[in-house]
């Protein structure tokens, strides 16, 4: 089947109007590893924006012809695309919201290779120096707002999720828009489309001009989750690991919506920091939140939590169903004790410094067959280290699901195997066993084919 698609040169909307003969060579220089490849491939994301498509192979194999430029004039600079998704232009002309994000990502894309990678400014090998240039990264991209007080809430949660669980997300977000707090997501569809689509009217109603609807994404995900057209901010992280950080050290509070394996791997990503010793007394809203529909799938997450870390972790975290209201109210209350709490430090409202993470959860974790076989899944290590391996399990079956490379390595050497402590594996496959029965793993009406085996 062939696809529309549409060739155009387009200018920046003041996002990056320069760049350098160096910085263009080097982009385009095939000894550069695979730096042109990650440049086309999240452009091609961000042109597919509204599609339904959460399958990042699938993606790319639609579109083989597109290929994207960029145009060097003595006035600044052009991308010129060839074999464009043609939903992405109206009456010829680029949607402007997806010339923006176009050229955030070569913004990101660029700062990253030329600032970050290979600098001895930044000691990746460190934690401060990894938090240092999830910062550098940040700021760059007009990210952070200096002077104002905390109200931004990360909200997380699947993109494959049921229509009313949709309009759930929505309320919430109406209702915390109305008390004049901002919204961060992973920048995709469902529930990362539904809490931004619910401010925007909240923020309308209140007059509220200025309004951030925060996109935070990374190159191996973000052609399965396209940033959705609410998003006015959007931010590339190199991986992962530096896109959750970048969440927790940005955000006041975190809201989490029903998921699937992805939004598994955030919960356990935050709780493991949050169980650091260091980290015992900072205040950090969270709260698990989803219609009644959904009280079935929190009371899974909630075991699989009390059986794995255990109650100090089910401690961190508030289960409120099927009250928005409610859950503005916690939210806007919560945030208030982390500006006491920041305040009183000296730490700053827009940037959470003081919260330690360990590098265990920085480090990327590249999921191959072998990685994922050895995953320490036990209970002899620490309750935050534990947190981090079943991270990294999650993080596995997410690449497995949609990421490229993640596809196409299954395709090539069959499931990954995950192996541990017995307890812990009849808990993680009861609540994988859960996703896949409610349609959790793919959109609706796709048959999932698991990536992974249990082994107990």
């Known amino acids: 089947m062939k696809y529309p698609v549409v060739d155009a040169q387009i200018t920046p909307d003041g996002r990056l109007d320069v760049l350098s003969k160096a910085e263009v060579n080097k982009l385009f220089d095939s000894s550069q590893g695979d730096l042109y490849k ?9 042109l597919n924006c509204g599609s ?16 994207i430029r960029v145009v060097q004039q003595q006035r600044g600079i052009k991308l010129e695309v060839t074999g464009a998704p043609a939903h992405a232009f109206v009456d010829g002309k680029m949607i402007k919201g997806i010339n923006e994000h176009l050229f955030a990502v070569l913004r990101d894309i660029i700062y990253v290779s030329d600032e970050i990678s290979d600098n001895p400014k930044f000691d990746m090998d460190s934690s ?31 993109h494959s999720i049921s229509r009313k669980e949709y309009e759930y997300t929505k309320q919430v977000g109406h209702e915390m828009g109305l008390r ?20 925007t009217i909240g923020h309308s109603k209140q007059r509220v001009k200025d309004g951030q609807y925060l996109g935070i994404t990374e190159p191996g995900i973000i052609a399965a989750e396209s940033p959705n057209p609410i ?16 969440f927790v050290r940005t955000g006041h509070g975190i809201v989490v919506f029903p998921g699937g394996a992805g939004t598994a791997e955030e919960i356990l990503y935050l709780l493991g920091i949050l169980l650091h010793p260091d980290n015992k007394d900072m205040p950090f809203p ?36 099927d009250d928005p209201e409610l859950v503005a109210c916690e939210m806007l209350a919560g945030i208030k004790q982390v500006r006491a709490f920041r305040k009183e430090k000296g730490d700053a409202y827009y940037f959470n410094w003081l919260l330690k993470i360990d590098r265990v959860f920085q480090q990327p974790f590249i999921p191959t067959h072998g990685n994922m076989s050895s995953l320490a899944l036990h209970k002899n290590q620490e ?8 991270r990294r399990a999650f ?62």
């Open 52 to 67: 339904a498509m959460d399958d990042g192979k699938q993606l790319l194999e639609r579109y083989p012809a597109f290929d």
């Open 128 to 158: 401060d120096g990894i938090s240092n240039a999830v910062f550098h990264i940040l700021r760059n991209a007009n990210i952070l707002r200096p002077m104002i007080n905390p109200k931004l809430v990360v909200c997380w949660g699947g």
């Open 231 to 246: 998003v006015n901010d959007l931010v590339i992280l190199p991986d992962i690991e530096k896109r959750l950080e970048a």
């Open 395 to 456: 993080s596995g079956i997410v690449a497995g699901n949609v990421k490229d490379d993640g596809i196409r390595a299954i395709e090539q050497y069959g499931h990954f195997e995950i192996h541990g402590d017995a307890n812990i594996m009849k808990l993680m496959d009861s609540l994988l066993a859960s996703f896949v029965e409610q349609h959790r793993m793919k959109l609706p009406g796709k048959k999932y084919l698991p990536c992974y085996r249990i082994i107990t």
């Open 383 to 390: 309750n935050h280290l534990l947190a981090a391996n079943l």
């Open 180 to 199: 004049g707090l901002n919204i961060c997501t992973g920048c995709g569809p469902g529930a990362m489309k539904g809490p931004m689509k619910g401010a």
């Open 286 to 321: 969270l709260i698990f939140t989803g219609p009644d529909s959904s009280e079935a799938y929190f009371k899974e997450i909630d075991q699989f939590i009390a059986g794995t870390l255990g109650k100090e972790a089910q401690q961190r975290y508030q289960i409120i169903i």
């Open 38 to 46: 990650t440049f086309r491939n999240c452009s091609l994301a961000v």
